[in-house]
Antibody, heavy 118, light 107 residues
Framework: QLQLQESGPGLVKPSETLSLTCTVS??????????WGWIRQPPGKGLEWIGS???????YYNPSLKSRVTISVDTSKNQFSLKLSSVTAADTAVYYC??????????WGQGTMVTVSS | EIVLTQSPGTLSLSPGERATLSCRAS???????LAWYQQKPGQAPRLLIY???SRATGIPDRFSGSGSGTDFTLTISRLEPEDFAVYYC????????FGQGTKVEIK
C-alpha cells in the first residue's frame, strides 16, 4: 500500500527558505504512470497547488509561485523535495505531498504544518 | 488562470437527503479535467471524482459527478453521517486550481 510522509522544519523565519521532503513507501517513485506534487492549505482556508515533478525530473509550477519554488526528485531514496524561498507569513500552511495521476492528487500524505515567524 | 467558484458556501442538510454542489469555471475546462475531493477536519483531502464523472477507487456510488465546459456538479444521492465535510473541486486541464470549497453540515 503506497504511503507518503512529509518531513521538515515546522518553523521557518521570514525571508528564509522552506525545505520539505516527501518519502514514498510501498511503491516506486520511478513509475512512469505518476507525477509527484505539493499542495498547501493555509489555516482555515482552501487548497493551493504548488507544483509537480515527474520521475525524469520534468517540473510544473504554479505560475504565482514559480519564481520561488524548486521541486526535485531523488529516485535512489524514493523521495521528492520542495524548496520555497523568501518566505513570508502568507506561506504559513499545512503542506501536503501527493501522488498524482495527470495532476490529480489521488494519494496524499498526512500533511505537515509549517509556520513562518521570527 | 482558471478560477473555480463553488456554490453554495454552506449546505445544511439532514442525513438521507440529497446534496447538490456546484462548481463553475471562469473558462472552459479542457477534456472535462475536473476532480472533486472531500476533506474532514484534521485530515488530508480524499479524491472522490476525476474526469468530471469517474469515481475514484473505493468511492461509494452515492457520489456522482457530472458536467462539462464551465459547469460541473457533485451529487450525493443520500447523505450518510460520514459525508458531512468540506468538498473541493479542482481543474487540471491547465495550471491546476481549486475552488474555495463547499461545507456540507448537519441541519
Amino acid at each position: 500500500q503506497l504511503q507518503l510522509q512529509e518531513s521538515g522544519p515546522g518553523l521557518v523565519k521570514p525571508s528564509e527558505t522552506l525545505s520539505l521532503t516527501c518519502t514514498v513507501s510501498g511503491g516506486s517513485i520511478s513509475s512512469s504512470s505518476y507525477y509527484w506534487g505539493w499542495i498547501r492549505q493555509p489555516p482555515g482556508k482552501g487548497l493551493e497547488w504548488i507544483g509537480s515533478i515527474y520521475y525524469s525530473g520534468s517540473t510544473y509550477y504554479n505560475p504565482s509561485l514559480k519564481s520561488r519554488v524548486t521541486i526535485s526528485v531523488d529516485t535512489s531514496k524514493n523521495q521528492f523535495s520542495l524548496k520555497l524561498s523568501s518566505v513570508t507569513a502568507a506561506d504559513t500552511a499545512v503542506y501536503y505531498c501527493a501522488r498524482q495521476i495527470e495532476l490529480v492528487p489521488d494519494i496524499w500524505g498526512q500533511g505537515t504544518m509549517v509556520t513562518v515567524s521570527s | 488562470e482558471i478560477v473555480l467558484t463553488q456554490s453554495p458556501g454552506t449546505l445544511s442538510l439532514s442525513p438521507g437527503e440529497r446534496a447538490t454542489l456546484s462548481c463553475r469555471a471562469s473558462q472552459s475546462v479542457s477534456s472535462s479535467y475536473l476532480a472533486w475531493y472531500q476533506q474532514k477536519p484534521g485530515q488530508a483531502p480524499r479524491l472522490l471524482i476525476y474526469g468530471a464523472s469517474s469515481r475514484a477507487t473505493g468511492i461509494p456510488d452515492r457520489f456522482s459527478g457530472s458536467g462539462s465546459g464551465t459547469d460541473f456538479t457533485l451529487t450525493i444521492s443520500r447523505l450518510e453521517p460520514e459525508d458531512f465535510a468540506v468538498y473541493y473541486c479542482q481543474q487540471y486541464g491547465s495550471s491546476p486550481t481549486f475552488g474555495q470549497g463547499t461545507k456540507v453540515e448537519i441541519k
